[in-house]
C-alpha cells in the first residue's frame, strides 16, 4: 500500500509564498506521475501541476503558470509544490496525488488561505 502524507499549508498574505510537501511511504515502484491538485466548496477539483517520475516532465494550468513550480525528489519519494505571487483565488484544499499506469492515490489535503 502506498499512503501520502502532505504537510505545508497555511495562512498567507496575497502576493505571499507557500511550499507543499507530500511524501510517499510503501511500494512507490509503480509511480509515473506525481501531481497536485485543488479544490474548493462547490467546485470539481482541479489540476494545478504534474510531474513525470522518469525524466521531470512538467505540466501546468494556466492559472499558475509563472507563479508556481512543481518538483520532485525521487529518493525521497516526495513531490513539492512552490507556490509564489500568491492571490486570493489560489484558496483551496489542495491534494497531492501519484499515479501509475491505471490508478491514482491521493494524500488527505492541506488547507492553503490567501487572506489579508
Known amino acids: 500500500q502506498v499512503r501520502l502524507v502532505q504537510s505545508g499549508g497555511g495562512l498567507v498574505q496575497p502576493g505571499g509564498s507557500l511550499r507543499l510537501s507530500c511524501a510517499a511511504s510503501g511500494s512507490t515502484s509503480n509511480i509515473r506521475v506525481m501531481g497536485w491538485y485543488r479544490q474548493t466548496p462547490g467546485k470539481q477539483r482541479e489540476l494545478v501541476a504534474t510531474?513525470?517520475?522518469?525524466?521531470?516532465?512538467?505540466n501546468y494550468a494556466e492559472f499558475v503558470k509563472g507563479r508556481f513550480a512543481i518538483s520532485r525528489d525521487n529518493a525521497k519519494n516526495t513531490v513539492y509544490l512552490q507556490m509564489n505571487s500568491l492571490k486570493p483565488e489560489d484558496t483551496a484544499v489542495y491534494y497531492c496525488?501519484?499515479?501509475?499506469?491505471?490508478?491514482?492515490?491521493w494524500g488527505q489535503g492541506t488547507q492553503v488561505t490567501v487572506s489579508s
Open positions: 496525488s501519484m499515479s501509475g499506469i491505471f490508478t491514482t492515490i
Open positions: 510531474i513525470t517520475t522518469s525524466g521531470g516532465s512538467t
